[in-house]
């Protein structure tokens, strides 16, 4: 087996190592590091560093700490996504780390979320938002202070300690991996495309990752012939010896829905 250091003090290797293991992979975790440096959720510390530069950065400093080969850096944000202000998104990065080689693999996940801030006076009573997402962990803050962490049951009971008074009530979802399980599925998710990642060699000088990176579009309308931005062709690309191989698309042409000319 190949060791792994997963650097974390949330519990992450759960919801990747089991996904790693078949493949020869025994994700570790170590704490000698601590990854709040370099940005909380719950802005105590801004993050400066881009998410890939994150991941890259914890995955490295996995290897410089505990003397490994492969580091697994993980990297979580919220927000953007093809809706913002509408959907709620989340975005989780892994970035696996061979300092021997250099070579970095990310791997992602991507997709809506339903955990978000909660507001005290809505139509819908808090307590009926909280069991909608039974296992999330929340913030709360108050004049004061914070409280991180609170299960549905510490939270109400906190509230009704402080009800009457004329403080400011903020209630916001704890994001850290250990206390959100939608980000859990998520890792898991982001887990799953390292396997496939780690499991595509390339056929020339077998390194990991031979996987479509480019897309050709182009295939025509199958009503006007014209070509549209629905994909021809794939590509798949080797990050060690530049080799390329096209899958072309088998599909005839592409549905008119999707043509500017037949429907714009
Ligand atoms: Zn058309
Ligand atoms: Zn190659």
């Not at 105590?44 to 290897?63: F, G, H, N």
Request: charged content about 20%.
């Amino acid at each position: 087996m190949q060791r792994v250091a997963l650097i974390t003090k949330h519990e992450k290797a759960r919801w990747i190592a089991p996904y790693l293991a078949p493949l020869g992979y025994a994700v570790f975790e170590s704490s000698m590091f601590d990854t709040d440096i370099l940005g909380t959720f719950s802005g105590e510390v801004e993050r400066t560093l881009s998410p890939m530069d994150a991941a890259l950065t914890k995955a490295k400093k996995a290897c410089e700490l505990t003397a490994t080969d492969w580091g697994l850096g993980s990297e979580g944000s919220f927000g953007g996504g093809p809706a913002p202000g509408m959907i709620n998104w989340n975005e989780e990065l892994l970035c696996l780390y061979q300092a021997s080689t250099e070579i970095a693999i990310y791997a992602h996940a991507a997709g809506p979320t339903s955990v978000q801030e909660l507001t005290l006076n809505g139509r819908v009573p808090l307590k009926q938002k909280l069991l909608l997402l039974p296992k999330q962990r929340w913030i709360l803050r108050t004049d004061q202070g914070v409280q991180k962490g609170l299960c549905a049951e510490q939270l109400l009971d906190r509230l009704e300690q402080i009800t009457g008074t004329s403080q400011k009530i903020k209630i916001e979802p704890d994001l850290r991996a250990m206390h959100c399980p939608e980000r859990q599925q998520m890792i898991t998710k982001a887990a799953e495309d390292l396997v496939r990642r780690l499991s595509e060699t390339c056929p020339q000088c077998q390194a990991f990752n031979f996987v479509v990176k480019e897309k050709q579009s182009g295939l025509p309308c199958t009503l006007c012939t014209l070509p549209t931005e629905q994909a021809k062709s794939w590509t798949r690309i080797c990050d060690g010896c530049g080799c390329r191989h096209d899958e072309v698309v088998q599909q005839k042409g592409a549905d008119p829905a999707h043509c500017q000319y037949c429907n714009p």
